[in-house]
């Protein structure tokens, strides 16, 4: 499955943006989804991730409370909701795909991820 991932912009503190990130190739139901992000200097962090159906959420600490996943099968697409946006929350976001097996107890793992998108920046300011 191939990725693009849009979305990105400027916004301030507590403000709000969705991501969206498209996906076409292989067929997008059979692929469980994450979000990434990566901020200069830092290596690359897990946001959130969503199983096949929607029915599980995944969320890193950091942004729980503040983010929404969320997946539309017809459309091959998925989405991070970000509200009250932080300066810390500033990053590239990439989204992701996984067919595997293991993704309930390892979706926070970037290395099980097989698909990627090419990031799209979000910067917060104050």
């Known amino acids: 499955v191939q990725l693009q991932a849009s979305g990105g912009g400027l916004v301030q503190t507590g403000g709000s943006l969705r991501l969206s990130c498209v996906a076409t190739g292989s067929s997008f139901i059979h692929h469980k989804m994450g979000w990434f992000r990566q901020a200069p200097g830092k290596e690359r962090e897990f946001v959130a991730a969503?199983?096949?159906?929607?029915?599980?959420?995944y969320y890193a600490d950091s942004v729980k409370g503040r983010f929404t996943i969320s997946r539309d099968n017809a459309k091959n697409m998925v989405y991070l909701e970000m509200n009250s946006l932080k300066l810390e929350d500033t990053a590239v976001y990439y989204c992701?795909?996984?067919?595997?097996?293991?993704?309930?107890?390892?979706?926070?793992?970037?290395?099980?991820?097989?698909?990627w998108g090419q990031g799209t920046q979000l910067t917060v300011s104050s």
């Open positions: 992701a795909a996984t067919r595997s097996a293991l993704f309930s107890r390892f979706y926070a793992l970037d290395r099980q991820y097989t698909s």
């Open positions: 969503i199983s096949r159906s929607g029915d599980s959420l």
